[in-house]
């Protein structure tokens, strides 16, 4: 049976960067099409998370196909969007790479400590990141689905039966995931984009 990394569509290390750090659209959507199948492992606690990360997708690929050429790139989309006093695709995508930056964390604080237990890291990764944007009335549904992680050993099971190959391309996958992220947090900050 193949493992997870070999199922996906793209993975983000296929991701094309190009300059001033601009990443592909079409690819970037791809990518993280294959990551919202990861929360397949984690059960159905995790439905919120994989059903708002896809809907952030749906408004990214709307905004693309309105005009591929001018959208190329996830900055240039946000840019033109912007420029026509629109703000949908770039709310989109704030959300979006917020909902990355959790997973990213919580998968990273998993890999680099092989004893802690995914509750405990993806509890981390949310009080981290998403939790200072979300409402009293949303925080107690992440909470909740944090809780409700499966034991790290079943997790990884279901990824993939060679464990030491899992953690190379989990390693790999999960270090071009972070370097998305961290350009896109700095180009909404710099940009002033997270303000609407």
């Known amino acids: 049976m193949p493992d997870f990394f070999e199922t996906m569509q793209r993975s983000y290390v296929d991701v094309p960067i190009g300059a001033n750090d601009y990443v592909e659209v079409q690819a970037f959507l791809e990518a993280t099409e294959s990551l919202t199948k990861l929360f397949d492992s984690m059960g159905t606690a995790f439905t919120p998370v994989k059903s708002d990360l896809q809907g952030n997708v749906a408004k990214?690929?709307?905004?693309?196909?309105e005009n591929p050429e001018k959208n190329k790139t996830l900055q240039e989309l946000v840019i033109t969007e912007r420029a026509e006093g629109k703000k949908t695709a770039t709310e989109g995508l704030l959300w979006l790479k917020r909902g990355l930056e959790f997973?990213?964390?919580?998968?990273?604080?998993?890999?680099?400590?092989?004893k802690e237990e995914l509750n405990v890291s993806f509890s981390k990764a949310y009080e981290a990141t998403l939790s200072k944007f979300h409402?009293?009335?949303v925080r107690p549904v992440f909470t909740l689905?944090?809780?409700a992680c499966p034991y790290r050993k079943?997790?990884?099971?279901?990824?993939?039966?060679?464990e030491a190959k899992l953690y190379v391309e989990m390693e790999k996958w999960l270090a071009a995931l972070e370097k998305i992220v961290a350009i896109l947090n700095a180009f909404y900050?710099?940009?002033g984009y997270e303000k609407f």
């Open 60 to 65: 990214l690929r709307a905004r693309y196909s």
């Open 103 to 114: 997973t990213a964390k919580g998968l990273r604080r998993n890999l680099d400590d092989k």
């Open 135 to 137: 409402s009293f009335m």
């Open 145 to 147: 689905a944090m809780k």
């Open 154 to 162: 079943d997790f990884y099971a279901k990824l993939g039966s060679d």
């Open 189 to 191: 900050t710099q940009g």
